[in-house]
C-alpha cells in the first residue's frame, strides 16, 4: 500500500532531550516536507526537501533539524526540545512532476515536551 | 508575500443545506489552489486542486482571480462531510504549500 509512514505516533518527552521523529515513504517521491499543525494557526511549514540531499528551511524551522540521505526517509530532529515545540506534526510526500501540491500525508505524530 | 486566509474557524450547516467554505489568498504570481479535507481520525488528504476544475464527493471550488478567492462550495451538505477543511497556495514552481489556518465544518444531521 503507498503511504507515508510516521514513528512514533506519539512521544512525551522533558525540554533538552534529544529526539528523532521518522518518516518514511514508499511512492519514490521526490518532494519530502515537515509541518505543524497548532490550534488557530494551521500547518506550518517546517522544513522541506526536494531530493536527497537537497534540504530547505520552511516558515518555522528554528529549533529544528532534517536530513535526505536517503530517497524515502525524512527524519525530523530535535536536538533540545523546549515547551513550545509540543505540536501535532506531520510528514507529506509528493511527486515533483506536475508540481508539489499534490501532497501524501502521514498520520501524525503528536509531541509533548514538558 | 503569499498569504491564504480562511475567515471561519467553525461553521455549521444542517443536511441538504448548501454550504460555502471561503478561502481568500494573497500572490502576486500565478498560483495553484487546492483544497485538503482531515476526516475524523483519518490523514489529511487532497480534496480537489483548482487546475483540474473537478468535482469530488460533490465539492466544487472555482478560481476567481479578480477576488482572489477560491472558495468551497456544496449543493447539499451530508452528514459525512463533517471534518477539517484547509485551503491551501502554491506559487507556480515553487517548492512551498501554504495553508490557511483551517475551518471545522459541522453537518447538523
Known amino acids: 500500500e503507498a503511504q507515508v509512514t510516521q514513528n512514533p505516533r506519539y512521544l512525551i518527552t522533558v525540554t533538552g532531550k534529544k529526539l528523532t521523529v521518522t518518516c518514511s515513504q514508499n511512492?519514490?517521491?521526490?518532494?519530502m516536507s515537515w509541518y505543524r499543525q497548532d490550534p488557530g494557526l494551521g500547518l506550518r511549514q517546517i522544513y522541506y526537501s526536494m531530493n536527497v540531499e537537497v534540504t530547505d528551511k520552511g516558515d518555522v524551522p528554528e529549533g529544528y533539524k532534517v536530513s535526505r540521505k536517503e530517497k524515502r526517509n525524512f527524519p525530523l530532529i530535535l536536538e533540545s526540545p523546549s515547551p513550545n515545540q509540543t505540536s501535532l506534526y506531520f510528514c507529506a510526500s509528493s511527486s515533483t512532476s506536475g508540481g508539489i501540491g499534490k501532497q501524501f500525508f502521514g498520520p501524525g505524530t503528536r509531541l509533548t515536551v514538558l | 508575500a503569499q498569504r491564504v486566509t480562511q475567515p471561519e474557524k467553525l461553521l455549521s450547516v444542517f443536511k441538504g443545506a448548501p454550504v460555502e467554505l471561503k478561502c481568500n489568498y494573497s500572490y502576486s504570481g500565478s498560483p495553484e489552489l487546492f483544497w485538503y479535507v482531515q476526516y475524523s481520525r483519518q490523514r489529511l488528504q487532497l480534496l480537489l486542486r483548482?487546475?483540474s476544475r473537478e468535482s469530488i464527493k460533490g465539492f466544487t471550488a472555482d478560481l476567481n482571480k479578480g477576488e482572489t478567492s477560491f472558495h468551497l462550495k456544496k449543493p447539499f451538505a451530508q452528514e459525512e462531510d463533517s471534518a477539517m477543511y484547509y485551503c491551501?497556495?502554491?506559487?507556480?514552481?515553487?517548492?512551498?504549500?501554504?495553508f490557511g489556518t483551517g475551518t471545522r465544518l459541522t453537518v447538523i444531521p
Open positions: 491551501a497556495l502554491s506559487g507556480g514552481g515553487a517548492n512551498n504549500l501554504f
Open positions: 511512492m519514490n517521491h521526490e518532494y
Open positions: 483548482h487546475i
